[in-house]
């Protein structure tokens, strides 16, 4: 049996369980964001892009709403960099908080060109703008209940100007990726992730799905994004679960500049959906989904990389079985990212399966936070047995069937590993799974990590880059 190694989609509560003074505590975050493609009244002229569930009083948004005109058009905030330097993070923390609360008052905001900065009223608005994001807070909404914001996010998002909720990937700055999209989006490279299945209609992985050409079968093997191991059907829709295959699959290749959601660490790989998470779930339909993956690159597809973000049940359980057929993976040049798990324990000592494989292919993943480098309390860790950690606190991305969602553990942390290594067979396609390997250790060595994970570091792109040749 497998279980998920997320902290929950949503939320991070499950962390309290195994909470300890040495380590901080991931904030929850217990509400999801979805999509809407029209605007209702009086949004007349833009797009609500995304509708908040959870009340919050008008005097919360009021006290947001003045320290962020005081911080922009007060005294000392005459000049955009000056503005900026102030409200970098206390303006990022406010419309983090805007988007998590419907609040009772409108707020909306403007998709605008150049970064620009700008004081003044128009129809008694309050019009805030900084690096490409406009916020605007009319008093005439203030009776409706929706929170809104559409940054274009020039300075945070490249040129992925028209993601909506990019603003809440703040990881992505922080692990390179950015300046890693100049030279490749993950173009032809193949991700399978072995999960609960994915939601391959929801508007930000519809377009970011494999599509199997391979011939019809009487073995399920046959659909057209992936296979359902645990039926043995060719639908590997993400149903009747919590939704962690698609929040994963998110994490790696959403779309990227599509006016929906944020975007996946590589938006042009390929996911490939192996259902063998959920009711049902056998270690035989984990054997089924592996050789799924094996039958599918043998016909043709460029499956680099297969995230596991999960960890056996218990975890302490291995099989001559699961082994082997990782073993084959390695042979066919096929890495395995696989989470090291959430029960804050050192997996040097208590080893957590399958990322503890002593295969060449196995990189076993820890968990970081968002905008930081500590350590998710949940997360393992392990000198010699987890290879590197990720950002895995509070991580934006796609929920079922449409929606969109926080979710917190070594998966949401694995799942950047995976959409790094797709980037790095982009950029280079004559790597080897040991060059991936090696290159990935090259990461931002952390004071928190030193002596934690073998490489002493966090996952950053644009190393990783630096030291490949033709990827800078």
Known sequence: MTRAAAVGVIACAAVAAVMRADCPKCPAVAVPLYVKA?????????????????????????????????????????????????????????????????????????????PSF??????????????GLRLIVSPLLRTKPAATVAPNGTEVCGNSATDPCKILQRQLSRIGVIDAWRITKGDGVVVAVLDTGVAYRHPDLTDSMFVNAGAPTTDGTDGKYGYD??????DPDDVNSDGHGTHVAGIIAATQGNAFGGSGIAPHAGIMAVRVLGKGATDDAVARGLRYVLKRQSAGANVKVVNLSWTNDPPDVCTSLQYDLLDQLNSAGILVVAAAGNLNGD???????????????VISVAACGETSD?????SNYGRRSVMLAAPGCNIFSTLPPDRYGRGSGTSMATAHVSGASALLWSCNPGLSVGDVRTVLGNGVVSPYWSGNVSSNSRLSVDVAFST???CH
């Open 374 to 378: 500590e350590r998710l309390c949940a």
């Open 229 to 234: 191991a645990i039926h043995c059907s060719g």
């Open 468 to 470: 490949v040749l033709g």
């Open 347 to 361: 997996n040097d000592s208590d080893r957590t399966f399958p990322a503890s494989y002593a295969l060449p292919n």
């Open 118 to 131: 700008t004081c003044g009223t128009g129809s008694a608005d309050r019009v805030f703008t900084r690096g």
């Open 38 to 114: 029209n605007a209702p009244a009086p949004f007349t002229g833009g797009t609500l892009l995304a509708l908040i569930e959870q009340k919050a009083e008008a005097s919360r948004l009021d006290r947001l709403v003045n320290g962020l005109w005081d911080l922009i058009c007060g005294p000392g905030a005459s000049t955009f960099e000056s503005a900026a330097a102030k409200l970098e993070k206390p303006f990022d923390d406010a419309v983090d908080e805007l988007l998590r609360n419907e609040v009772s008052g409108g707020v909306r905001a403007q998709s605008i060109g150049p």
